[in-house]
């Protein structure tokens, strides 16, 4: 569904990737761990072309991404992105920040696209909040709203960045709960989190990132029991 092949990205004179192969299979949920500044953020930007890859390229759902020739926010409507902060649109109704991008980027009128948005709106838990302003909504909220953004464009894959690092500690179930949901509904998902006992229970795959480079891909129970990777271990050990 979701593959890259040979990323490379540097900033400057930082090489952050150095030549990542990634592939994600439909309905497959991988979670991407590693230490700050090992690369986590930048390969799920490139993934979605938030970032330009300085070489290597991704294919979604069979296809290659020309990013010359393609339109970028088509591809950024295929795979969604959640970050860490919301981004939700402050003067916007939760309503209305569920059903812009499809009015806007995907043309859906507006009556049918709220429809929609309600419906899933629904889904996460939140249709009493509907007609509520972002600032009234606790972090979990807000998180919760900003996946049911994503999913208003029927994304064929959605890749989450540390989507419950921003929350107080007590609001994080409930956004892993929604993601859980989605996973188990057969959602493509690539997850950057340090919440290992969602990577250890919904993670059909972990990999481990290290300065820009895949040190790991192995299924759970392996990775979190059999790693013989020294700085895997060393990374479980700092997280648990
Ligand atoms: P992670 O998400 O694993 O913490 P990042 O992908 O955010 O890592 O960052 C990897 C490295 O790239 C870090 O050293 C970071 O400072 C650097 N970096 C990330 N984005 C930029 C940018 N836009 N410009 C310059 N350096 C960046
Ligand atoms: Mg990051």
Same mark, same amino acid.
């Given at each position: 569904m979701l593959t890259g092949k040979n990323i490379h990205k540097s900033f400057d004179d930082l090489e952050v990737l150095k030549g990542i192969d990634i592939d994600v299979e439909a309905g497959e949920v991988v979670v991407l761990i590693g230490v700050s500044g090992s690369g986590k953020s930048t390969l799920l930007r490139c993934m979605n072309f938030l970032e330009m890859l300085d070489e290597g390229e991704i294919t979604v759902d069979g296809r290659k991404v020309n990013h010359k020739k393609d339109d970028l926010s088509k591809v950024r409507a295929e795979v969604g992105m959640v970050f860490?902060?919301?981004?939700?649109? *402050?003067? +916007?109704t939760v309503l209305e920040n569920v059903a812009e991008a499809p009015i806007i980027?995907?043309?859906?009128n507006k009556k049918q696209a709220e429809k929609e948005a309600y419906a899933i709106l629904e889904k996460v838990g939140l249709s009493d909040k509907?007609?509520?302003? *972002?600032? +009234?909504?606790s972090g979990g909220q807000k998180q919760r709203v900003a996946i049911a953004r994503a999913l208003a464009m029927e994304p064929k894959a959605l890749l989450f960045d540390?989507?419950?690092?921003?929350?107080d500690p007590e609001l994080v179930g409930e956004v892993l709960q929604v993601m859980q949901d989605l996973a188990n509904e057969g959602m493509t998902m690539v997850v950057v989190t340090h919440e290992m006992k969602f990577a250890k229970e919904v993670a059909d795959r972990i990999i481990m990132l290290d300065e820009g480079r895949i040190i790991e891909d192995a299924k759970p129970e392996i990775f979190f029991n059999?790693?013989?990777?020294e700085r895997t271990r060393q990374f479980l050990e700092m997280v648990d």
């Amino acid at each position: 569904m979701l593959t890259g092949k040979n990323i490379h990205k540097s900033f400057d004179d930082l090489e952050v990737l150095k030549g990542i192969d990634i592939d994600v299979e439909a309905g497959e949920v991988v979670v991407l761990i590693g230490v700050s500044g090992s690369g986590k953020s930048t390969l799920l930007r490139c993934m979605n072309f938030l970032e330009m890859l300085d070489e290597g390229e991704i294919t979604v759902d069979g296809r290659k991404v020309n990013h010359k020739k393609d339109d970028l926010s088509k591809v950024r409507a295929e795979v969604g992105m959640v970050f860490q902060h919301f981004n939700l649109f *402050p003067h +916007k109704t939760v309503l209305e920040n569920v059903a812009e991008a499809p009015i806007i980027v995907k043309k859906i009128n507006k009556k049918q696209a709220e429809k929609e948005a309600y419906a899933i709106l629904e889904k996460v838990g939140l249709s009493d909040k509907a007609d509520v302003y *972002p600032g +009234k909504l606790s972090g979990g909220q807000k998180q919760r709203v900003a996946i049911a953004r994503a999913l208003a464009m029927e994304p064929k894959a959605l890749l989450f960045d540390e989507p419950t690092s921003a929350l107080d500690p007590e609001l994080v179930g409930e956004v892993l709960q929604v993601m859980q949901d989605l996973a188990n509904e057969g959602m493509t998902m690539v997850v950057v989190t340090h919440e290992m006992k969602f990577a250890k229970e919904v993670a059909d795959r972990i990999i481990m990132l290290d300065e820009g480079r895949i040190i790991e891909d192995a299924k759970p129970e392996i990775f979190f029991n059999h790693s013989e990777n020294e700085r895997t271990r060393q990374f479980l050990e700092m997280v648990d």
